[in-house]
């Protein structure tokens, strides 16, 4: 996307947000974002486009929405779990 389009994209309720994370960003470190990525099937239409923090759109790559979002709960979880048990066997030593 030329970056003409960038405003116009900006303007279609971004606010300044990243639109899968929700935090605010700075103009120059978005990122266009493929709702649909290119690589399957998507295309660089205005509606298949959305601004994106860098971090995030890295992070999902190529993978639809719904796969990100399972990605993502898989590790929090799982970051949850191995902090739980981190804790716990801490918690447990001091007291042994």
């Known amino acids: 996307m030329e970056p003409a389009g960038l405003p116009k994209l900006f303007g279609k309720g971004g606010d ?52 990100f979002c399972r990605l993502a709960f898989k590790i929090i979880v799982n970051y949850k779990r191995k902090s739980l048990m981190n804790i716990f066997v801490k918690e447990r030593i001091q007291y042994e």
Do not use: Q, W
């Not at 899968?20 to 399957?40: A, E, K, Q, W």
């Not at 486009?49 to 999902?60: D, F, I, W």
């Open 16 to 67: 300044g947000k990243c639109a899968i994370c929700g935090s605010y960003v700075n103009f120059d470190d978005m990122t266009v974002d493929h709702i649909v990525p290119l690589s399957r099937g998507g295309t660089n239409a205005m509606r298949n486009l959305r601004l994106a923090c860098r971090t995030c759109n890295r992070s999902k790559g190529n993978l639809s929405d719904e796969e």
